[in-house]
């Protein structure tokens, strides 16, 4: 990625799509994990083809506001709003086929099988469970790392970014506190993690101000609740607006403000029911730890091998309509890397 990034310098001149890079990382980061192979070769980043398999994957995997319209408004699906279920089907079957694809590609490669990704455990499983682990059952569960491991982690990085590029007193003190703690003798790693607090705070911050899903997932509940004075039959779907309990003014002091220092000295996974990004309970967001540890890891990399700044070109903070918290405009940002890091990258 860093590489990536020192190379679209070169050849745009001085601004990067930052965007593009990032959702190439987050595809490639979860796809390796999966087939142990990348989606985006990192040639084809910044090209047109690269462009256009990343549109590809996040028309199949990246949720969208007209996915739950019918649950809402059920008269919709009497008048087909613009054309909602024909478009579920149709992507519904593209994806399929992409998966279907994937397995079937690794079940041929059998005798290359070392167990190092998860489509060829999940394939010795099935060898084993057939009945537990059949191909539709291996590829609900590439479905939901696809989905919810990808543009959740791209959206935060792309948020703190921005925060980041019209935040020079953040962006210089995290920076400050890599150079310090880690230095660049090596890139920063997993073990460096508990060393920066300062990175911690940066992301439990943005991810804060802009929780990737807004209302969180939906519940139903299993049988009749109160929860804050009403009333809940059974069976009502519930939806938590994590939104607005991070910019509650009873919860947080100048909640519209970018202050990672607000969360210093807390543990924000045990600030119960005024943080939530990922929920909370047991229905809690079980990639929590992988998300942040990806996130922390690309943003430490950005920062500690780059010298960053927005240019004459002001960071665009609005929102596109979604599922998701997505920027309604791709970030650019101007990058140089940094003299001491040359070797890193």
Known sequence: MLRILRRLRKESGKRVDLTNVIYAFSFNVVMRGITGKLIVGEEEIGTEAGREILQSMRGMFSPTVLMGMCDYFPILRWIGYKGLEKKAVLMHRKRDEFLQAMVDEIREEEEK?????????????????????????????????????TDTSALTMEWAMSNLLTQPRVLQKLQQEIDKNIGHDHLINDADLPK?????????????????????????????????GYDIPRGTILLVNAWAVHRGLSQWDEPEKFYPERFEGLEAEREGSRFLPFGMGRRACPGAAMGMRTVSLALGAFVQCFDWGKGDVEVDFGVDLGVTLRKAKPLEAVCVVRNEAVHLV
Do not use: W
């Open 113 to 149: 099988r070392r167990g190092s990704n998860l489509i060829e455990r999940l394939l010795s499983v099935q060898a084993s469970e057939p009945h537990l682990y059949n191909d539709d059952v291996i590829k609900g569960i590439l479905v939901i790392m696809l989905t919810a491991g």
């Open 196 to 228: 920066l607090p300062y990175l911690r705070c940066v992301v439990n911050e943005t991810l804060r101000l802009h929780p990737v899903t807004p209302l969180l997932l939906p519940h139903l509940s299993s049988e009749q609740c109160r929860v804050g």
